[in-house]
T-cell receptor, first 113, second 109 residues
Framework: GAVVSQHPSRVICKSGTSVKIECRSL??????MFWYRQFPKKSLMLMAT?????????EQGVEKDKFLINHASLTLSTLTVTSAHPEDSSFYIC?????????FGPGTRLTVL | RKEVEQDPGPFNVPEGATVAFNCTYS??????FFWYRQDCRKEPKLLMS???SGNEDGRFTAQLNRASQYISLLIRDSKLSDSATYLC??????????FGQGTRLTINP
């Protein structure tokens, strides 16, 4: 089946630094990718929808200047958390729209100290 | 009102038991429905799609009631490996998926 990878799987950083997370579709082209965030014991919340070659569409309440999304190719989307703070610590999951459903990456656990 | 609502549980049942989860959704125009399974600290994985006629996959049966905007999942003869969080997922439009909070299930030996 289709596979989506994420890198890194885990990152610990100091407050104020920026962190980039990569999401790749490995065996299919994804014109649309999605970025989710999940806090402990909470549901996945869609942050933004990323379309190749165009600006991402952000969900209400998500700061586009803080969470920078780039979808420069059909197999790669990146999420950059700028000036990260402890409240940004969460599980970030990307998803790519494949031929028949959405495929999820394994997630990136971000801890901001 | 949340777009997708689930009983968060937790459900603790003995191995071999039958367990049922329910979910309601608010957008009556929703067209696609799914159950996902998420293990601790892992990404969600598609368990099964849900069709109006109801569908079965081995020990798992999913039902959809459009009039009541209600989705269910039944697990028969539960196994220890069924322990996970089960997510009710609705696709209200062409693009995004909307996830319920999830119902945590623990199967006890």
């Amino acid at each position: 089946g289709a596979v989506v990878s994420q890198h890194p799987s885990r990152v610990i950083c100091k407050s104020g630094t920026s962190v980039k997370i990569e999401c790749r579709s490995l065996d299919f082209q994804a014109t649309t990718m999605f970025w989710y965030r999940q806090f402990p014991k909470k549901s996945l919340m869609l942050m933004a929808t990323s379309n190749e070659g165009s600006k991402a569409t952000y969900e209400q309440g998500v700061e586009k200047d803080k969470f920078l999304i780039n979808h420069a190719s059909l197999t790669l989307s990146t999420l950059t958390v700028t000036s990260a703070h402890p409240e940004d610590s969460s599980f970030y999951i990307c998803s790519a729209r494949g031929p028949d459903t959405q495929y999820f990456g394994p997630g990136t656990r971000l801890t901001v100290l | 009102r949340k777009e997708v609502e689930q009983d968060p549980g937790p459900f603790n049942v003995p191995e071999g038991a039958t367990v049922a989860f329910n979910c309601t959704y608010s957008n009556s125009a929703s067209q696609s429905f799914f159950w996902y399974r998420q293990d601790c600290r892992k990404e969600p994985k598609l368990l099964m799609s849900v069709y109006s006629s109801g569908n079965e996959d081995g020990r798992f049966t999913a039902q959809l009631n459009r009039a009541s905007q209600y989705i269910s999942l039944l697990i028969r003869d539960s196994k220890l490996s069924d322990s996970a969080t089960y997510l009710c997922v609705v696709k209200p439009g062409a693009q995004k998926l909307v996830f319920g909070q999830g119902t945590r299930l623990t199967i006890n030996p």
